[in-house]
């Protein structure tokens, strides 16, 4: 059976040097082997989530790869891909939404016709979401594992999750080859729709902008959307642009953006007028914060925001630092992954910042204790002065839970001490998409192996609010796997009178279909 690898990236140990990180020979070959497991049987996607729990959450933590599985539910969506030399051609090709509520991580299902996982490259990437729709670009490789090395060779696809729609995109072609760390989705809605309001920050000369987009369904969750009533009933006239920057963007030779454009279902490039001095942004994540002119938020999650409004003839770009005073040690800035130890998104009118960092006693591998501060901006501000720290945490400050530690512990076969939050290995924060303090840390007893959970912090109250098992094998120690998305809030609710219906606050998983018996996920609410 062909490994499917997420990454090639070296791993974060998030603050940790070199000689640290490094297990001696003795210590990996006294762990057991998850990579060879993963080898001997294919990965199931899990049971939780489907065929239906009724979930429609206002956000969702998704995994960034699809599973190779046939499930069909409410949200699944078919197409048949007829381009002329495309390797899917005839292919019917079946996509599936398995949503559950934080910290759960939820899920795609991808299918092809007449053909088995053991022909494509690696498994189906979701490059982007759309930040206020259903819509998720994905990009499946055919061929050898070392066809994935070579974007040129992927099939792009656009997934709707709120019409339960899938379109096959024309290949970008050579002439419009892109940074896939860039792409944003941004919706162009007719002149009904089009709203854009703003109003003044401090004295920062600084905007709030509320973007065009679909009006979510409702679920009572309290979406803070303000949508108007024209956009709502005219969400149907609404089309969408993919923009991205080129490689090598910012030089004279590569100054545009490449774009695709859902009306006339082609790709073209647009002039940009690149900053005078324009910094070395290497993307990390991509935010579409939208307004009529479609503004498009490109971060460097170690340094700095670059803003262009891609819906604009010629578009403009701007820069706004990050917070200058990290969590972290200046010294360490700028080494590996930031995404395992930063993260950043768009929640209502702000841009919000997480950062952390553990720290280490001499040549421990277990980390002593670990910091996180959350930050917080209007849109529109371009003045570094403007971020706000709005909460800083000490592992040492949460109220220690050593029973549920333990049992986590025993769950993963773990011979060792009993951890405590401090000790535990944590990175990967994701910021809630809902207007509170939360953020979703991934965490492990033993950063080498596949056992870890996704914890549910309020930053606010210092609290550890609740834990839930993660299946990390298709991710590598702690390092890119899944991100946050509003796409489930554009769901519409299932029929089925059977589901189980969800109180805000609490998880309810267990499902009467005898098919989710023997491996539900389980919630530990603290």
Same mark, same amino acid.
């Given at each position: 059976m062909r490994s499917f690898k997420t990454e090639t990236l070296k791993a974060v140990d998030l603050g940790s040097s070199e000689e640290e990180s490094d297990a001696s020979e003795e210590?990996?070959? $006294?762990?057991? $082997?998850d990579t060879e497991e993963e080898e001997c049987c294919p990965l199931t996607p899990p049971a939780y989530a489907y065929p239906d729990d009724g979930e429609c959450p206002p956000f969702v933590l998704i995994h960034q790869e699809a599973y190779f599985a046939q499930r069909h539910n409410a949200t699944t969506a078919t197409v048949t891909v007829t381009a002329v030399g495309s390797k899917l051609e005839g292919s019917t090709i079946t996509v599936t939404f398995c949503p559950a509520a934080p910290p759960l991580v939820s899920y795609l299902c991808f299918h092809a016709t007449g053909m088995d996982q053991t022909k494509f490259a690696c498994n189906p990437q979701i490059l982007t979401t759309e930040t206020n729709g259903g819509l998720v670009l994905l990009r499946v490789i055919v061929g050898h594992p070392s066809s994935a090395v070579l974007t040129i060779n992927g099939e792009y696809f656009i997934y709707d999750a709120r019409a339960a729609k899938l379109d096959h995109l024309p290949h970008p072609g050579q002439q419009h080859e892109f940074n896939g760390s860039t792409l944003a989705i941004v919706r162009k809605c007719n002149k009904h729709c089009q709203r854009t309001t703003t109003s003044r920050h401090h004295d920062s000369g600084g905007f709030s902008l509320r973007p065009c987009h679909l009006a979510p369904h409702g679920h009572g969750h309290g979406h803070d959307h303000d949508q108007g009533p024209a956009c709502q009933e005219h969400h149907h006239d609404c089309t969408y642009v993919i923009a991205a920057q080129p &490689? @090598?963007?910012?030089?004279? &030779?590569? $100054? @545009?953006?490449?774009?695709? @454009?859902?009306?006339?279902?082609?790709?073209?490039?647009?002039?940009?007028?690149? !900053?005078?001095? @324009?910094?070395?942004?290497?993307?990390?994540?991509?935010?579409?914060?939208g307004g009529h002119e479609g503004t498009v938020a490109w971060v460097d999650l170690w340094q700095s925001i670059i803003f262009c409004n891609v819906l604009d003839k010629k578009p403009k770009l701007s820069c706004l630092k990050l917070p200058n005073k990290p969590i972290m040690p200046k010294k +360490?800035? #700028?080494? #590996?992954?930031? $995404?395992?130890?930063?993260?950043? +998104?768009?929640v209502g009118n702000f841009i919000k910042f997480v950062d952390m960092y553990a720290h280490f006693d001499g040549s421990s591998k277990t980390p002593s204790h670990w910091k996180a501060a959350t930050w917080s901006i209007r849109t529109g501000s371009f003045s570094s002065e403007d971020w706000t720290r709005d909460h800083r945490i000490n592992s040492t400050q949460i109220p220690p839970q050593p029973l549920l530690l333990h049992k986590l512990k025993v769950d993963a076969g773990i011979k060792a001490a009993d951890p405590t939050f401090s000790t535990l290995h944590v990175g990967l924060p994701r910021l809630s998409l809902q207007d509170d303090d939360i953020v979703y840390? !991934?965490?492990?007893?033993?950063?080498r192996r596949h056992a870890a959970w996704v914890l549910a912090l309020d930053m606010g109250n210092m609290l550890v609010k609740e834990v839930v098992p993660f299946d990390a094998k298709r991710t590598l120690r702690l390092a890119r796997c899944y991100d946050a998305s509003r796409i489930s809030a554009y769901l519409k609710p299932a029929l089925d009178p059977n589901r189980i219906l969800k109180r805000e606050g609490t998880l309810l998983l267990k499902s009467p279909s005898k098919k989710h018996t023997g491996d539900d996920a389980m919630v530990i609410n603290l």
């Open positions: 210590e990996e070959d $006294s762990v057991t $082997s &490689r @090598h963007f910012g030089c004279p &030779r590569t $100054s @545009h953006i490449c774009m695709y @454009h859902s009306d006339t279902n082609t790709w073209s490039k647009k002039p940009v007028v690149l !900053l005078k001095s @324009h910094p070395r942004n290497q993307t990390s994540k991509t935010l579409a914060i +360490a800035v #700028g080494f #590996g992954n930031p $995404s395992c130890i930063r993260d950043i +998104a768009v840390f !991934l965490a492990k007893i033993d950063y």
